[in-house]
């Protein structure tokens, strides 16, 4: 990951999603203190373990978020979530432990109407990658079926 510094945003660089103004100072806060509380937490630090350097990863989320919200992007960043997220082990159970710890870190760090906000993008987008989890998951496991039948009738 490449950045050049005269890129970075300014902590306190705006960007505005719907009305609701974000400082970069705030994504990195959320983030920072979220992927701490990941860390601690006994169910999530275990698919969480392919992380070799969390201040990269939270660098990289940071970023992810920053760009979503609409923010200039300033890494040279390429993000595979689907994939990702499905040889980490994604499920419902962990998305509702995800999600629950996220919007605890939402509500410490900011106001009301911003953490209202950043919980509907999370819900919204992880229904969209249980959906693409799902959709994966079909085609990985039909692949490894294509793969037992050829090899069974050659
Ligand atoms: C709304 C919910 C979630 C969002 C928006 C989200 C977002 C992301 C993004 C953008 C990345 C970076 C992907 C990349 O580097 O290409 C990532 C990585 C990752 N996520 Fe999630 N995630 C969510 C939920 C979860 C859950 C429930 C798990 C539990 C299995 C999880 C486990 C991971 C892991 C293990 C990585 C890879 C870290 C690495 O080795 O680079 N995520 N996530």
């Not at 919204?124 to 009738?153: A, V």
């Amino acid at each position: 990951m490449k950045m050049k510094a005269q890129d970075y945003p300014a902590e306190n660089e705006l960007i505005s999603v719907n009305g609701v103004p974000f400082r970069h100072r705030d994504i990195f806060n959320v983030i920072d203190d979220f992927y701490t509380r990941i860390q601690l937490d006994p169910v999530l630090q275990v698919p969480f373990r392919s992380v070799g350097d969390w201040p990269e990863h939270i660098q990289r989320l940071t970023h992810f978020w920053w760009v979503r919200f609409g923010g200039k992007p300033y890494l040279f960043n390429h993000y595979n979530p689907v994939l990702k997220h499905f040889f980490a082990g994604f499920n419902r159970e962990l998305l509702t432990r995800w999600l629950s710890i996220f919007h605890e870190t939402l509500q410490t760090h900011l106001t009301p109407e911003q953490a209202t906000l950043w919980k509907l993008v999370s819900e919204r987008m992880g229904e969209g990658l249980s959906m693409k989890n799902e959709l994966f998951r079909r085609e990985y496991e039909s692949r490894d079926q294509d793969i037992r039948t050829d090899s069974g009738t050659s």
